[in-house]
């Protein structure tokens, strides 16, 4: 399993048809490459959107600049041949180690699945020894 840890930056936007066409252009107009996208409704006339920038302070900025509420996370990304549980096992070190996951979100792709889990700033240290610790081999 290879692990990455990546900057999750999670914005809320209005809920309504281009809110987040028109946020997208902006951020590509700064060169700025999203390395993943989650956007969904937050329920309220308010959506999420969640994002790994490669370039994060810029989008903090640019956000800030247009008064855009930003919170920023610690984010994990895990990738590895597809497994039937492979998920369930990673999410229960986790959930094992007293962290709670702000977001996770998956796709398989020709064999191999690719995770993202976000969790609050302070739990990066203990999430990444939870991850340390798990190989696929791992079945409990």
Known sequence: MAVQRVTVLKAEIEDAPGALSGLLPEIAGMSVNLLNLAAFSA???KGAVFCIPDKPGE????ARANGISIDE???FLLSGQDEIGAGAR?????????????LA???????????LIAVAEEDAD???????????????
């Open 73 to 75: 996370f610690a984010g």
């Open 126 to 140: 203990a999430t990444a020894v939870a991850l340390e610790s798990w190989k696929p081999e791992d079945r409990n």
């Open 90 to 102: 990673i999410a229960a070190r986790i959930a094992d180690a007293g962290i709670n996951m702000v």
């Open 59 to 62: 989008v903090k900025s640019f």
């Open 105 to 115: 979100t998956a796709t398989v792709v020709e064999g191999n699945y690719h995770l």
């Open 43 to 45: 329920g309220g006339g």
